[in-house]
């Protein structure tokens, strides 16, 4: 099992719609594979047909424990666990929990995360865009790969400079609009400068923004579409790093 932990440099980077189309892709190669939102925006359920106002997720079942926490199946290979619509007091809990584990038991997750530690699968992908930053350090601490994506803009390339990231960290350029010089400059020097900067660029397409409006991942609604073929590639590259690794 290999778990893999993706978030935006900065907000608005695509971070939740390429979780879900990545693990759409790597399903279609015969992985199975358990997404999980990680952030209090709990939008990642959108992408895999969720109820718009239904409030269930690991974090809203919290305050119910024992309650197991509600993993859906979607579709051969691929299971998701909303976030859920919580209140602030859930993320005090949640906090908490983590805190206590860190103090005293550092080597076992909680009991609220313990689908982190599943053997049922081949990949647990873990939305951490827009999370807690406790739930941001044990995602870094817990993932063989970490995925940073990068819109490739001057705003993108300065926070590189001010950041730092896990050691097992890679980058992946998202939103790529080959016709921008400014794109095609950093782009450029991203490649000339980043070791671990993913091979595999995907490309601004309108296939991912209106993968969200039908409910769905980008490679579902539009199998043929270059975002999906982009997204492909990533899944194959994260196969091949995977098999590095082990």
């Known amino acids: 099992m290999t778990i893999l932990a993706m978030q935006g440099i900065r907000g608005g980077c695509g971070t939740t719609a390429v979780c879900a189309s990545l693990a759409w892709a ?28 239904s409030k269930e997720g690991w974090a809203s079942t919290l305050k119910l424990q024992p309650s197991s926490p509600p993993i859906i199946s979607y579709a051969s290979g691929i ?11 859930t993320y005090s809990l949640i906090n908490e929990g983590l805190f206590n584990q860190k103090q005293h038991q550092p080597n076992k997750l909680p009991d609220f995360l313990s689908f982190l530690s599943s053997n049922d699968y081949q990949w647990i992908i873990i939305d951490c865009s827009s999370t807690l930053s406790s739930l941001n350090e044990l995602s870094n601490s817990l993932a063989d790969i970490n995925l940073v994506l990068l819109n490739p803009d001057v705003e993108s390339h300065v926070l590189l400079k001010q950041k730092t990231f896990p050691l097992n960290s890679y980058f992946l350029i998202n939103g790529f609009l080959p016709t921008s010089l400014i794109q095609q400059d950093v782009s450029h020097i991203w490649q000339q400068s980043l070791s671990n900067l993913v091979p595999a660029i995907l490309h601004r397409d309108e296939a991912m923004a209106e ?36």
């Not at 209090?40 to 718009?52: C, D, K």
């Not at 609604?221 to 790093?241: E, F, K, M, R, T």
């Open 26 to 53: 790597l399903a279609q190669t015969g992985q199975s594979v358990l997404v999980v939102d990680f952030s209090i925006s709990n939008l990642l359920r959108l992408h895999f047909n969720h109820a718009w106002d």
């Open 211 to 246: 993968s969200l409006a039908v409910k769905k991942t980008s490679g579902e609604y539009q199998p043929g579409s270059l975002i999906a073929q982009d997204v492909h590639q990533l899944a194959l590259w994260c196969q091949n790093l995977d098999k590095q690794g082990s």
């Open 79 to 89: 299971d998701y666990l909303p976030f859920g619509f919580a209140e602030k007091e």
